[in-house]
T-cell receptor, first 111, second 115 residues
């Protein structure tokens, strides 16, 4: 079992819709979780991180964490074509010193 | 804030040569830097964790004698791919973590093509 799992997609949503990206993790010791966006040919850029159960909002983005279910999600409201990218979920593992990444979900926002 | 640079952004070299990639944190001090490799359509794979002033910790399967890492200061880490071969062609990305923080910030990456 992979430590961090994501559906590879592609996930297609129409412009203006809510995109929902999901991630599960296996290490119950993981305490912090990160969402990165990676455009094709570029390096990842941090969108947001979450430590506590519940929701965390930042602009159009909302991260959700459920430690009991070992589940992290990212909601993107009012999706724009510029949001089209691969979204990487990452969890701190190995005692919190390193990040383990999922394989990423490709999001396509269509006009 | 939290800007990480990498140099060079592109490298094309002949098989058997060595290539050095630099990673710098520009506006913060990074006690820990990380080196990743990403093959096309695959996720990031951590190669090693680099701590300032100490030896790097390599992930399983990564040859420490082939991928030399030096973290001589709080703002600079280097990765040297020694005796590069075509199978080493990849996208190498570093990240840096501020002192006391958990968030990693990524450099723009270096594309290596070994002919």
């Amino acid at each position: 079992q992979k430590e961090v799992e994501q559906n590879s997609g592609p996930l297609s949503v129409p412009e203006g819709a809510i995109a929902s990206l999901n991630c599960t993790y296996s290490d119950r010791g993981s305490q912090s979780f990160f969402w990165y966006r990676q455009y094709s040919g570029k390096s990842p850029e941090l969108i947001m991180f979450i430590y506590s159960n519940g929701d965390k909002e930042d602009g159009r983005f909302t991260a959700q964490l459920n430690k009991a279910s070992q589940y992290v999600s990212l909601l993107i409201r009012d999706s724009q074509p510029s949001d089209s990218a691969t979204y990487l979920c990452a969890a701190h593992t190995g005692g919190g010193n390193k990040l383990t990444f999922g394989t990423g979900t490709q999001l396509k926002v269509e006009l | 804030g939290a800007v990480v640079s990498q140099h060079p952004s592109w490298v094309i070299c002949k098989s058997g040569t060595s290539v050095k990639i630099e990673c710098r944190s520009l506006d913060f001090q990074a006690t820990t830097m990380f080196w990743y490799r990403q093959f096309p359509k695959q996720s990031l794979m951590l190669m090693a964790t680099s701590n300032e002033g100490s030896k790097a910790t390599y992930e399983q399967g990564v040859e420490k004698d082939k991928f030399l890492i030096n973290h001589a200061s709080l703002t600079l880490s280097t990765l040297t791919v020694t005796s590069a071969h075509p199978e080493d062609s990849s996208f190498y990305i570093c990240s840096a973590r501020d002192v006391g923080a958990q968030t990693q910030y990524f450099g723009p990456g270096t594309r290596l093509l070994v002919l």
